[in-house]
């Protein structure tokens, strides 16, 4: 039998994020991330109301993490029976996918296939589908796809200007990340602005360890500063974002192979490259405010390269209802939305500093001044937007 609810699951190459929805309201019943997998520091963080507990795995790795999951989901009675579905996060769809589907043999072969595209996301995100579908054979899965949102865009956004062969034999273009999240907020910001989503324009800056800005045209995604990969666009927590393409050459003539160079692209760039510490946010700060000139260099350079991408993206809409923040370092880092916006003037924006400064919690997330063009803080969730898909595709 099944119980009344939708489990989440957003599984990484070293990492299991859940949440446990109630399929009535949809509101979110249990959450937690197992982390550090496969390592003896391998630990299990559980979230209930106002409980919170913490389980060491022991070298665990994803199967037994999964496993552990279920079992204190089941010890704390919150889930007695089998969901009622179950929705993943898939990273990666290609051009195959431009919404959630219900998972069967040829979903799964086009998630396999977009492997290519995406080798750090999507084998782990099949390996979470599989493991699932061994513990629950009869329950319906759904993937979600960070891609999906994007692709909406336009020729004049997705092609690159190499030979276009590339694109037509191999796929090579824009696919655009984090869409969950911009599409969520977007959504959020329209009932705010009492408007269909339909005729809004957007942008939305999507700021955590990841990093990703939007433009939305009547509801449409339809330019996106992430692209074939997650590594292009913005600087972000440890990538690098943009970069000239001949660095490559460059780096491989000083030794550097090109395993190695992305490596350093991924997990060495970014805030913790220039900084030469963190990748985090909030430390840079403490580091910036006590005189540490790297720190307070990889705060400007972010700022800077954030409020280029947001003009950027105002080229692709006749008008700007709104720009709004999301994500860890776009909801609480008052700092950095101050510094994007003093740098948009020339489109209008206007910062102001009591209500940026409470993070728009006293103000339904505006953070600008009345005259200003609007600027919003909404906190995203996608594990809500994949509950919600999942519960319309799994049952019909």
Do not use: W
């Not at 991408?309 to 370092?329: C, E, K, R, V």
């Amino acid at each position: 039998m099944n119980d009344d609810t939708i489990l989440v699951i957003n599984c990484g190459s070293s990492s299991l994020k859940f949440a446990l929805f109630s399929a009535q309201q949809l509101n979110c019943i249990a959450s937690g991330l197992a982390e550090k997998l496969g390592t003896k520091d391998a630990v299990l963080s559980v979230k209930s109301g106002d409980e919170k507990s913490s389980y060491c795995l022991d070298d665990a790795d994803h199967h037994i993490a999964i496993n552990h999951v279920i079992n204190t989901l089941q010890a704390l009675k919150l889930l007695v029976k089998d969901p009622l579905g179950i929705g993943h996060r898939v990273v990666h769809g290609g051009e195959s996918f431009s919404d959630s589907v219900l998972i069967d043999e040829t979903v799964l072969a086009e998630i396999e296939k977009c492997s290519a595209l995406a080798p750090l996301h999507n084998p782990a995100n099949l390996l979470g589908i599989q493991l699932m579908a061994e513990r629950y054979p009869s329950t319906p899965q759904v993937a979600v796809f960070d891609t999906a949102f994007h692709q909406t865009l336009p020729e004049t956004s997705y092609l690159y200007p190499i030979p276009y062969e590339l694109y037509t034999e191999h796929g090579i273009r824009r696919y655009g990340f984090h869409g969950t999240s911009h599409k969520y907020v977007a959504e959020v910001a329209a009932k705010q602005l009492n408007k269909p989503l339909a005729v809004c324009n957007f942008i939305t800056a999507h700021l955590g360890n990841g990093c990703s800005v939007t433009a939305i045209k009547n509801g449409l995604s339809v330019d996106t500063s992430m692209g074939l990969t997650p590594l292009e666009g913005l600087m972000m927590g440890t990538r690098s974002g943009d970069i000239d393409p001949g660095l490559f050459e460059f780096l491989n003539k000083i030794g550097m192979d090109s395993e190695r160079i992305s490596q350093m692209l991924n997990k060495e760039s970014g805030l913790k490259g220039l900084s030469g510490q963190t990748n985090d946010m909030r430390t840079l700060f403490d580091l910036a405010d006590k005189g540490d000139e790297k720190a307070a260099l990889a705060i400007e350079v972010f700022c800077f390269k954030l409020a280029k991408y947001i003009a950027a993206m105002a080229a692709s809409l006749p008008s700007i209802d709104a720009l709004i923040f999301t994500g860890g370092i776009g909801e609480n880092a008052s700092r950095v939305r101050s510094a994007a916006l003093e740098k948009l003037a020339i489109l209008g924006f206007e910062v102001s500093h009591s209500l940026n400064n409470s993070n728009g919690r006293e103000s339904e997330g505006r953070i600008t001044e009345p005259d200003s063009t609007l600027s919003l803080v909404i906190p995203t969730n996608e594990e809500l937007v994949i509950a919600r898909d999942t519960l319309n595709n799994a049952v019909k």
